[in-house]
């Protein structure tokens, strides 16, 4: 409750000289919009369901993208995880492809499927599908041997290791891959709406851009910002969190 009202307080100081800031005119209201007329602009979009159609659009791209980045990303990492040869070779250019930013794969996308709703789920998937890869790796490789010493002991070998020993083992690494693939998929699918001629927070963005609504362009800016740390604190975070102490990685 401390850490909510120290929060709440850093807001209304952050919204205070915002505020003092648009009052001393120090820059001209196109650029500098007054947080009432930002909040106007949010309430008049709920209300005419512009930004509700929007975000439902950004909605299903995203549980597309994210959906196929975590399964595509599974696969590769077991494939690393389990097997030298791949992890020698394809492992190091899976980093180089994590580190590129999503934004760089739009021209891309557009070019193989043109300003479609296709072009924006593909740049979401390679957004989450690489770093789920390199988390899923991670997880088996962080196995602790004696587990599998203990389990093979015992008479379990092969496929029966791998998912009785190895996978209940690495099911905290893969929540946090989880996480970090719905935080890297948010990011990319802004970066593609914002490039699309379909609907979507991020092509409302760019509209409002083109017609010079800096308080619309703010207004959904601070959506974005919301909707990023409330699924993270609220949902992703809490899971990760459960998980972790029911696998005694964390004190209850």
Same mark, same amino acid.
């Given at each position: 409750?401390?850490? !909510?009202?120290?929060?709440?307080? !850093? @807001?209304?100081?952050?919204?205070?000289?915002?505020?003092?800031?648009?009052?001393?005119?120090?820059?001209?209201?196109?650029?500098?919009?007054?947080?009432?007329?930002?909040?106007?602009? @949010?309430?008049?979009?709920?209300?005419?369901?512009?930004?509700?159609?929007?975000?439902?659009?950004?909605?299903?791209?995203? !549980?597309i993208g994210l959906s196929l980045a975590i399964l595509i990303g599974t696969a590769l990492g077991v494939l690393l995880g389990k097997s030298q040869q791949a992890d020698e070779t394809a492992g190091m250019y899976l980093v180089a492809l994590q580190s590129i930013p999503s934004i760089v794969w739009v021209p891309l996308s557009i070019l193989v499927f043109g300003f479609t709703e296709f072009a924006v789920i593909f740049v979401v998937v390679l957004g989450g599908t690489f770093v789920m890869a390199l988390n899923v790796r991670s997880a088996i490789h962080s196995v602790p041997p004696q587990l599998v010493r203990a389990a093979r002991t015992m008479g379990t070998s092969g496929?029966?290791? !791998?998912?009785?020993?190895?996978?209940?083992?690495?099911v905290p690494y893969f929540m946090s891959g989880i996480r970090l693939a719905?935080?890297?998929?948010?990011?990319?699918l802004m970066a593609g709406e914002l490039l699309s001629n379909g609907?979507?927070?991020?092509y409302s963005l760019r509209f409002a851009q083109d017609y010079a609504r800096m308080d619309q362009v703010i207004g959904i800016?601070?959506?974005?910002?919301?909707?990023?740390?409330?699924?993270?604190?609220l949902v992703f975070s809490r899971l990760e969190k459960n998980v972790m102490k029911r696998w005694g990685l964390l004190k209850s």
């Open positions: 409750m401390k850490i !909510f009202i120290k929060r709440l307080l !850093f @807001l209304f100081v952050v919204m205070g000289i915002w505020q003092l800031v648009y009052v001393s005119g120090v820059f001209p209201d196109i650029a500098f919009p007054s947080l009432i007329l930002v909040f106007e602009s @949010l309430f008049n979009g709920f209300t005419n369901g512009d930004l509700i159609s929007a975000l439902l659009a950004s909605f299903r791209h995203l !549980f496929v029966s290791l !791998f998912y009785r020993v190895e996978i209940p083992s690495s719905w935080a890297f998929s948010w990011r990319a609907p979507g927070l991020g800016i601070i959506i974005i910002g919301v909707i990023g740390a409330v699924m993270d604190q």
